[in-house]
């Protein structure tokens, strides 16, 4: 991507300068705020054990820019806490120190567009332009987590249990520097060469998974590892065919730590230990 390509991406999804932001306690006014810079928002559940739970339909498929539809949810629900769909252009680096994440574990960062935990405690979002090319977060260290999809709560939502306000720390969006874009790519194993195909290999079932296109690759992969463990193909989780197969979904497209849930799901839905 070109640097004014980049410059371009930061100023539609960048934060405007505070002293322009919609002075206003209404969090409706400020997911209106929001759309209009770019972000599709959506209301989110504000109390109880759901709390941040979307309160459409759909959940964050139901993230929109739409003026109309925005007011008329905050309408509705006037405490509902802002959630933002995450833009395909980018990824979010989720520090959660409950869980021992540190911004010092992931290295030097640029100064990038960043959300603050309401919670007070160091938990915060970094957004961050996205590379090209699929994603794992396998060997992110612990209590730091990778969002593609779905969304985030923004400020100036209020917190379900300390009550404060999640807060914005304005700069453009920065690319992902070098050393986090190499941590985040999949490691690729090559796919065994098993030679002829003998009966009870499994080989067609990776073959099958290497060809599935975009939008079936995980329903192609679920498919073909509960048919490995449902012919006793797998003997346990970390079996030959079993990183076959998701070294086969890897080299078309599937992420890595997706994939490798997906054929546990099915190894444990056969009973495999």
């Not at 972000?39 to 989110?44: D, E, T």
């Not at 699929?134 to 060997?139: A, E, F, I, M, V």
């Not at 404060?164 to 992902?176: C, K, S, T």
């Amino acid at each position: 991507m070109s640097a004014e390509m980049h410059a371009a991406v930061a100023a539609v999804l960048s934060v405007i300068d505070g002293s322009s932001i919609v002075e206003s306690d209404n969090l409706g006014c400020h997911a209106v705020e929001l759309a209009c810079r770019g972000w599709a928002v959506l209301p989110c559940k504000w109390a109880g054990p759901l709390g941040k739970a979307p309160l459409t339909e759909h959940g964050h498929l139901d993230a929109t820019t739409d003026l109309d539809t925005i007011r008329g949810w905050w309408t509705r629900w006037p405490q509902a806490l802002i959630g933002a769909r995450v833009d395909p252009r980018l990824v979010v680096l989720d520090i959660d120190p409950r869980n021992g994440g540190t911004v010092a574990a992931l290295g030097d960062l640029p100064l990038t567009l960043t959300c603050w935990s309401g919670r007070g405690d160091g938990g915060r979002h970094l957004f961050l332009l996205r590379p090209a090319g699929p994603l794992t977060s396998t060997r992110l260290p612990p209590g730091v987590d990778l969002k593609v999809a779905g969304y985030t709560v923004v400020p100036p939502s209020l917190h379900l249990e300390t009550g404060r306000p999640y807060r914005w720390e304005e700069h453009p969006v920065a690319p992902l520097p070098p050393h986090l874009r190499t941590l985040l790519q999949p490691v690729h194993r090559p796919v065994r060469q098993l030679g002829p195909r003998r009966r009870g290999d499994g080989r067609h079932l990776v073959e099958f998974v290497a060809a599935q296109p975009e939008g079936n690759r995980n329903r192609g992969l679920h498919w073909a590892a509960c048919r490995a463990a449902d012919d006793d193909l797998l003997d346990d989780l970390l079996d030959d065919l079993a990183d076959d197969l998701v070294a086969a979904a890897v080299s078309a497209g599937h992420p890595e730590a997706g994939a490798r849930r997906t054929v546990q799901s099915a190894a444990r839905r056969a009973g495999v230990s």
